[in-house]
């Protein structure tokens, strides 16, 4: 059975002041409420309508004492994580469920947060200055480049180079680039992307105190 996918990533900007608080193991814990703007065009009147979606963002450790020190109301962020649902007893001791965003990697952007330091925990996203990685390790974007296929000699170059070819019956000239053995090419090296350490499980003893 396939193994299932479970990733949010999230630009936009804090609605309020993160509210960080203390597990009863001592483990710092952040609620942010985060919105995301987008654009949608009616149909009728061709015109664009802007509208907001607010997420609840938890960050654990290490990001939660980062976001009591440096995110304010306004700021804006680049959030990496996954949804999690969970319960809680609220003060009339009910039960209620309540679905978030973990956060695993956050990044500070924008110019209220230029003179932040430092600007990014996690690992860093690339946003047109880098190629970026695809999730196989191979390199995205390359368009144009040369692009390697399997057997040594099969290079094709934005389709303008023919590949060699071995042509038995003909005789070979030492200048023709046919018939002759081709020096193997070296095969680009998967990379695989290194990921931060992510926090510890939660366990009973870390219920989220709010």
């Known amino acids: 059975m396939a193994r299932g996918v479970n990733k949010v990533i999230l630009i936009g900007n804090l609605g309020d002041e993160p509210t960080v608080r203390t597990t009863n193991t001592g483990r710092s814990v952040a609620s942010i409420s985060m919105v995301t703007n987008e654009s949608r065009r009616n149909a009728e009147t061709g015109e664009y309508t802007e509208f907001a979606e607010w997420h609840r963002v938890t960050m654990w450790g290490k990001l939660a004492d980062i976001a009591k020190q440096y995110l304010h109301k306004g700021s804006q962020i680049y959030v990496e994580g996954k949804l999690r649902t969970r319960s809680y007893q609220d003060k009339d001791n009910q039960k209620r469920y309540i679905t978030e965003i973990v956060a695993d990697e956050m990044q500070m952007l924008g110019r209220a947060n230029a003179n932040s330091s430092p600007n990014s925990y996690g690992q860093t996203p690339s946003y047109g200055n880098q190629q970026n990685q695809s999730a196989y390790g191979s390199s995205a974007g390359n368009y144009g480049n040369v692009q390697s296929y399997g057997g040594a000699g099969n290079k094709f170059q934005n389709g303008n180079q023919r590949p060699a070819y071995d ?32 926090e510890p499980a939660m366990t009973m003893n870390d219920d989220i105190p709010f």
Request: zero cysteines; aromatic letters at 6%; proline letters at 22%.
């Open 167 to 198: 042509n038995p019956g003909y005789p070979q000239n030492q200048n023709s680039a046919y018939g002759q053995q081709q020096p193997p090419v070296a095969q680009p090296q998967a990379t695989t992307p290194v990921a931060e350490p992510e």
